[in-house]
């Protein structure tokens, strides 16, 4: 168990739809990141935030969108679906700091399973 | 551009040991990371390397030549629960992010 907590696990809808993926990062870690896999294909970073502002883009899509909160929880929005966005959504935290550097290891959570009907 | 190359698939025997390679261009360089991941489960880390040279970490070592651009992961004494793709990824310069190769699926039979 990594400490990162992500819900739903799974999650089916229909195309058009919106849907909020939520993660939890480990305790006391500030950055957290977003990640899709769909099949076969490798983790495409998609958005980071560290410390409730965002930090750097990915291959986000424009119909995607995040936060991070006070709490250091984080949300990805999708809206509207289409059928191309089925895939894992994997949410990663690591500590974080003020400036990047090695040594900042990503811890993952277990994932959101989206199927887009 | 940047791009990490690994092997899509590798199989080996029970008790043999594997080396999983992997090539990289990127624009900088701040650390290369070894994850494991089992079918539809979350990456797990295995290794981190910034400096040149072998990290062993009990049955998993990585190794890394930062001017050839070249990592491999060395699994010694292979076990049926090694079976999983193993990802090496690539933080750049001035940025948290990584990015992932495809991946190699590690098939280990008896």
């Known amino acids: 168990d990594s400490g990162v907590t992500q819900t739903p696990k799974h999650l089916i809808t229909a195309t058009g739809q919106r849907v909020t993926l939520r993660c939890s990062p480990r305790s006391g870690d500030l950055s957290v990141y977003w990640y899709q896999q769909s099949l076969d294909q490798g983790l495409q970073f998609l958005i980071q935030?560290?410390?409730?502002?965002?930090?750097a883009k990915g291959n986000i899509l424009e119909r995607f969108s995040a936060q991070q909160f006070p709490d250091l929880h984080s949300e990805l929005n999708l809206s509207p679906l289409e059928l191309g966005d089925s895939a894992l959504y994997f949410c990663?935290?690591?500590?974080?700091?003020?400036?990047?550097?090695?040594?900042?290891?990503?811890?993952f959570g277990p994932g959101t399973r989206l199927t887009v009907l | 551009g940047q791009n990490i190359d690994q092997p899509t698939e590798m199989t080996a025997t029970e008790g043999a040991i594997v080396q999983i390679n992997c090539t990289y261009q990127t624009s900088g360089f701040n650390g290369l990371f070894w994850y494991q991941q089992h079918a539809g489960e979350a990456p797990t880390f295995l290794s981190y390397?910034?400096?040149?040279g072998l990290e062993e970490k009990g049955r998993f070592s990585s190794f890394l030549s930062r001017s050839k651009g070249y990592s491999y992961l060395l699994l010694k004494e292979l076990q049926m629960k090694d079976s999983a793709s193993y990802l090496c990824a690539v933080r750049g310069d001035n940025t948290d992010k990584l990015i992932f190769g495809t991946g190699t699926r590690l098939q280990v039979f008896p």
């Open positions: 390397n910034v400096l040149d």
């Open positions: 990663a935290s690591s500590a974080g700091r003020e400036t990047s550097g090695p040594g900042d290891t990503q811890y």
């Open positions: 935030y560290y410390n409730g502002e965002e930090r």
